[in-house]
């Protein structure tokens, strides 16, 4: 057991290698959700997902293909979709959605958004992206109503990482405390506050992908086996940390 400081509570919680936690249902689905602004690399983030969970063993695996609706320049048109099934609890699922980052598609983006368990914000860390990343983030903000992090995990991913010229965790971490979308550590949702991964989605140096999501349906699970479909905090958190000692 461990004493529950806020330096090695956020180290337990951030470690990566922390597998998703034991599901006690007969049948349980979780609904995640990348939400970015155009020509972020939405699609190819799910694609590397996709391939990395086919070829490799991972705790998680597609059950079927992705499903795609685009645009003749390759630009979502609607929504790419994935199912993919834990590989060591076969009765969980994961239903992963993105959606088109056109403004027009707003509304779109607010109906895919109603029953999500977890957020990936894709950030397109190019300088020159900077300010329509924050006007996305605040959509976000608007369309979840002040569910992020306390009913609903937020994971941020810094993606083109391997292009010139981009932001870094400390200049997003900035905008999410302009937000109030990261708490100090006094705060008892500190514990919970959105890693943020540095990132590129394409397969050939994909970096980052895999364990976003991985953290992602790991809090989604907490939150829902720990905290009732809230953030796990107090005792609730106490809980946690006596059955999963090594989380």
Same mark, same amino acid.
Request: overall charge neutral; hydrophobic content about 35%; glycine content about 6%.
């Given at each position: ?44 983030? !799910? ?75 894709? !950030? ?31 994971? !941020? ?91």
């Amino acid at each position: 057991m461990f004493g529950l400081t806020a330096g090695n509570v956020m180290m337990l919680l951030n470690a990566s290698d922390t597998p998703i936690p034991h599901i006690p249902f007969t049948l349980f689905t979780f609904r995640l959700l990348w939400i970015l602004r155009k020509k972020s690399g939405k699609t190819t983030v !799910v694609d590397t997902l996709y391939r990395l969970t086919k070829d490799e063993e991972k705790d998680i695996e597609p059950t079927g293909n992705l499903t795609k609706i685009a645009m003749a320049s390759g630009s979502t048109l609607y929504f790419d979709r994935g199912i993919f099934q834990s590989t060591k609890q076969r009765k969980v699922y994961y239903h992963v959605y993105t959606v088109a980052g056109q403004s027009r598609f707003s509304p779109l983006r607010k109906k895919i958004f109603k029953g999500t368990d977890g957020v990936i914000f894709v !950030v397109d860390s190019q300088t020159h992206f900077f300010e329509d990343n924050i006007e996305s983030l605040k959509e976000l903000k608007n369309i979840t109503r002040g569910q992020l992090i306390r009913e609903i995990p937020l994971i !941020v991913m810094i993606n083109k990482q391997d292009l010139g010229e981009v932001i870094d965790e400390e200049d997003f971490k900035q905008v999410l405390k302009d937000e109030k979308l990261w708490f100090e550590p006094d705060d008892e949702l500190y514990i919970w506050n959105p890693i943020i991964y540095k990132t590129c989605a394409l397969y050939e140096k994909q970096n980052g992908i895999y364990r976003s999501f991985s953290e992602c349906a790991r809090r989604t699970g907490l939150y829902q086996i720990y905290g009732n479909g809230k953030a796990p905090v107090g005792d609730n958190f106490l809980k946690i940390s006596k059955e999963i000692p090594d989380i």
